[in-house]
């Protein structure tokens, strides 16, 4: 379907779900949006560490939860939090979005910008081409800004 990239705040998207790149140990970064992350939606970054914690995620993997409004998704692409995302880690959550999405009733997505700034480019690539094969509206979100509302899709 669509995907359209966009600079803004990617916690006033009006996409369905919202994607952010995680880790499996189930530990958020220190950066602005993942700061905001754990200020908005506090049980989901309590079960995400508690699932780290079991070592319940798998590199590669997708993890959806649906309790709050907008859903959010984790796309495991990193094994730790210091280490490096790696893009068969995020070709394997793509695919599993890919997957999974109809069945999952994603009705449109909203992925933030992950890994470092040498990292992205490849990063961006893996995502945009999976995106691509997606029939489902996809908005990612290449800058966070605070506050900034950006043109993106309706879920």
């Given amino acids: ?49 508690r699932h780290g914690r079991a070592e319940s995620f798998t590199p590669g993997s997708l993890w959806l939860w649906r309790e709050s409004t907008p859903w959010l998704a984790g796309l495991i692409t990193n094994e730790t939090l210091s280490g490096a995302t790696r893009l068969r880690h995020v070709e394997g959550a ?41 029939a489902l509206p996809i908005t990612l979100y290449e800058a966070y800004l605070p506050g900034v509302a950006a043109e993106d899709t309706e879920g």
Avoid: C
């Fill in 94 to 134: 793509m695919l599993q979005l890919y997957k999974e999405w109809e069945r999952a009733g994603i009705r449109s997505l909203a992925i933030m910008r992950m890994g470092t700034d040498d990292e992205w480019p490849g990063v961006r690539e893996v995502i945009l081409h999976y995106a691509a094969q997606i």
């Fill in 1 to 49: 379907m669509s995907i359209t990239t966009v600079q803004g705040d990617i916690f006033l998207t009006r996409a369905h779900t919202i994607a952010f790149g995680l880790n499996a140990a189930g530990r958020l970064g220190v950066t602005p949006a993942y700061t905001v992350l754990q200020d908005r939606y506090p049980v989901f970054v309590s079960d995400y560490r």
